[in-house]
């Protein structure tokens, strides 16, 4: 076997793990939107589909993580490669957690469907289902074209979905002061939102991870953040 022949082979390899990531943050996607028609709808049996599918999110982070790890064993990559390929295994892991937000998401949608004369106003959470979904189609783009700047600019936008969080949380304490008898759906419909402003995390850390990949150190810009006072010791990913 020539050289050329071995590296074209590699080449190939590391393609086929870069189409296993994006193919595998296209499902993420399309788990947000299909979880956020669901909520919108009154969807019992997309949101079960969105549940459903979780399983096949998890099955890619698995392949991802065994192509990897087999591509690290069998071809002893340096320098640039082995650390794309060890960055994909954490790209793999972040978008899968991604994707348990969205299942989380659809969980409520049973509890909420429950709940009568409970009137939601879902624009902020569209607002932000939206920028989350742009987030991940520009990170993505970003991976492809290992484009620092892209990544930056992901990374740099997380604050909006913050904001946007902040203010419906501030919406929602309001709205259950004043409605004591809806305290409880009101928490559900924070649930939601806090999954995607997790979502919005997870989508940055990635974004490092690209930057890493591209530039070969770590991004040591400070994160900017929205306003924490609605951070509470709450776990939101039941």
Do not use: C
Not at 11 to 39: C, H, P, T, Y
Not at 101 to 112: C, D, E, G, I, P
């Amino acid at each position: 076997m020539t050289h050329s022949h071995i590296v074209r082979s590699f080449d190939e390899d590391l393609n086929e793990l870069r189409g296993r990531i994006v193919n595998m943050a296209a499902l993420v996607s399309q788990q947000f939107s299909q979880a956020e028609q669901s909520l919108l709808e009154k969807d019992l049996k997309l949101a079960a589909f969105v549940r459903a599918n979780d399983k096949l999110v998890d099955q890619m982070e698995q392949e991802i993580e065994k192509n990897a790890i087999e591509l690290i064993a069998t071809r002893s990559p340096l320098a640039d490669d082995l650390r794309e390929i060890i960055s994909a295994i954490k790209i793999s892991n972040a978008l899968e957690r991604i994707g348990d937000y969205a299942k989380n998401l659809s969980k409520r949608v049973v509890v909420l469907n429950e709940i009568k004369n409970f009137q939601i106003n879902h624009s902020v959470i569209s607002q932000m289902i939206g920028i989350i979904n742009i987030m991940n189609k520009d990170v993505i783009d970003a991976y492809i074209n290992k484009s620092s700047d892209k990544a930056i600019s992901v990374w740099t936008r997380d604050i909006v979905v913050d904001n946007l969080y902040d203010s419906l949380f501030r919406e929602l304490l309001t709205y259950m002061m004043e409605n004591p008898e809806f305290i409880t759906p009101a928490t559900h419909l924070l649930f939601v939102a806090k999954n995607i402003e997790r979502a919005g995390d997870h989508l940055t850390n990635i974004a490092e991870l690209i930057y890493y990949i591209v530039e070969g150190k770590p991004l040591e810009m400070i994160r900017p953040k929205g306003d924490n006072s609605s951070e509470t010791n709450v776990d939101y990913s039941g």
